[in-house]
């Protein structure tokens, strides 16, 4: 079965930061200040999860005068489920974590439900892209990207 996800702020806020920074960083790279700002993320939390991301592969850091961030992979490479593992999360829906022992050591009679349900979850975010968000965010906003706020809507479970 496949990876498992339980969506914390941290992972609603790493992809909330990938998604401004895709939508700023045509050619520049973007100071997480900037972010920190647009979004009302800490600093220093930003700055934690970009070292995951960096690490990850999905954004790569500019240094010196100008610095910041760039993704590091198109926009339509990058998914949802990608970011989220990328900062440690998983989307667990089962009680046990998909380890079949939630009753006294026994599988529960909904295991199966919920492990299912955890795995279309990280299939259907696995299938959206930081492009498709943008396109989104397009459709339903009239102002210009750089001029407005952007919210992604995504229940959690902390």
């Given at each position: 079965m496949g990876v498992r996800m339980r969506l914390t702020t941290k992972g609603r806020y790493a992809v909330t930061a990938v998604l401004d920074l895709a939508l700023n960083?045509?050619?520049?790279?973007?100071?997480?200040?900037?972010?920190?700002?647009?979004?009302?993320?800490s600093l220093s939390y930003l700055e934690?999860?970009?070292?995951?991301?960096?690490?990850?592969?999905?954004?790569?850091?500019?240094?010196?005068?100008?610095?910041?961030?760039?993704?590091?992979?198109?926009?339509?490479?990058?998914?949802?489920?990608?970011?989220?593992?990328?900062?440690?999360?998983?989307?667990?829906l089962s009680r046990c974590d998909g380890r079949a022992n939630c009753l006294d050591g026994r599988q529960c009679l909904t295991h199966n439900l919920w492990?299912?349900?955890?795995?279309?979850?990280?299939?259907?975010?696995?299938?959206?892209?930081?492009?498709?968000?943008?396109k989104q965010?397009?459709?339903?906003?009239?102002k210009p990207y750089e001029e407005s706020e952007i919210n992604i809507p995504i229940a959690t479970q902390s």
């Open positions: 960083c045509s050619d520049k790279p973007v100071n997480l200040n900037e972010i920190s700002e647009r979004q009302s993320i934690q999860l970009f070292s995951k991301l960096r690490k990850n592969g999905i954004v790569k850091s500019v240094r010196g005068p100008g610095g910041g961030y760039l993704l590091n992979a198109k926009k339509q490479d990058i998914s949802v489920a990608h970011i989220i593992n990328a900062v440690n999360e998983t989307v667990q492990v299912d349900l955890s795995d279309r979850i990280n299939d259907f975010l696995d299938n959206i892209s930081i492009d498709e968000l943008i965010n397009k459709q339903q906003n009239d």
